[in-house]
């Protein structure tokens, strides 16, 4: 998510204080509320609870900042998809531009109770004063047991999805 350097704790509970508003707000009120926001009229079709949702997310939008850049092609390109064989590759791709790490990146995983911080480096990673060159042998260092590095360290799912035709 992109955010905005503008905001503050300030607009923060600001923010939190319209959005409280909102709730109270009747499915009028809130068509309101998207007309003075956006311009134009909200669809009829729209129920009440996904009008509220729009509009709290456009609020949080403007104050904290949007989806980045490349979300929003992501979502873009997912929408006009016909199918999920249309869909796989956009998110594939998606994914493996989120693991590809660049060196200064740092990632964290706590295990027992106690914080782990690797370092992504040119050769690898470090993590205690020593360069490893791969997650797996960090995660194994730090559980004694066979891991899969990416996964220890949440950079990937635990078991791809399985769609259904």
Do not use: C
């Not at 009120?29 to 926001?37: D, I, N």
């Not at 009229?41 to 997310?57: E, G, T």
């Not at 914080?115 to 797996?136: C, I, K, N, P």
């Not at 730090?142 to 891991?147: L, M, P, Y």
């Amino acid at each position: 998510m992109r955010r905005s350097s503008a905001a503050g704790p300030q607009s923060v509970d600001a923010l939190n204080e319209e959005i409280a508003r909102l709730r109270g707000l009747d499915l009028k009120g809130l068509r309101a509320r998207w007309q003075s926001m956006t311009g134009r009229a909200a669809h009829p079709q729209i129920p009440r609870h996904l009008l509220f949702s729009m509009v709290a997310y456009r609020l949080q939008a403007d104050a904290l900042g949007d989806l980045d850049s490349q979300t929003l092609r992501l979502l873009t390109k997912a929408g006009a998809a016909r199918s999920d064989t249309e869909l796989g590759p956009l998110t594939d791709a998606f994914d493996q531009q989120r693991r590809d790490l660049l060196p200064g990146t740092v990632l964290t995983r706590e295990w027992n109770g106690q914080t782990h911080r690797v370092m992504v480096v040119q050769d690898g990673f470090a993590w205690e004063g020593r360069t490893y060159e791969s997650l797996s042998k960090i995660a194994h260092s730090i559980t004694g047991t066979k891991w899969n590095g990416p996964r220890f360290f949440g950079l990937r799912d635990k078991a791809p999805a399985v769609v259904n035709p």
